[in-house]
């Protein structure tokens, strides 16, 4: 019986979300310390379809990326509300 710990891997096809969206959510999901690796593959020109490939620890890829989701749609949020804030105290916007 071995005692080595197998990493599970992942790809998810995120469709042609832009970029720099898909790299938010890697870094989003580095932050979990069950994720061993996370990478974006860029879009092909031909296909226009971003991937998102992750390596963990454990077999919960899903659960891992829908919670970085989530927690990047609170931090766009959270932008959000600060520029709005911000703007609105300047008379910017009303």
């Known amino acids: 019986m071995s005692s080595e710990k197998k990493d599970f891997a992942k790809e998810?096809?995120?469709g042609d979300i832009d970029?720099?969206?898909?790299?938010?959510?890697r870094y989003k999901l580095l932050e979990n310390p069950d994720v061993v690796f996370a990478g974006v593959i860029p879009p092909h020109p031909?296909?226009?379809k971003v991937v998102i490939k992750i390596l963990m620890r454990?077999?919960?890829?899903?659960?891992?990326i829908i919670k970085a989701?989530?927690?990047l749609k609170n931090s766009i949020n959270a932008i959000l509300e600060e520029v709005s804030s911000s703007l609105?105290?300047?008379g910017e916007i009303t």
Request: charged letters at 35%; a negative charge; aromatic letters at 12%.
């Open 12 to 14: 998810y096809d995120l």
């Open 19 to 25: 970029v720099s969206i898909a790299d938010a959510l």
């Open 46 to 48: 031909l296909f226009g």
């Open 58 to 64: 454990d077999n919960y890829s899903e659960e891992a």
């Open 69 to 71: 989701a989530r927690e």
């Open 88 to 90: 609105k105290s300047e």
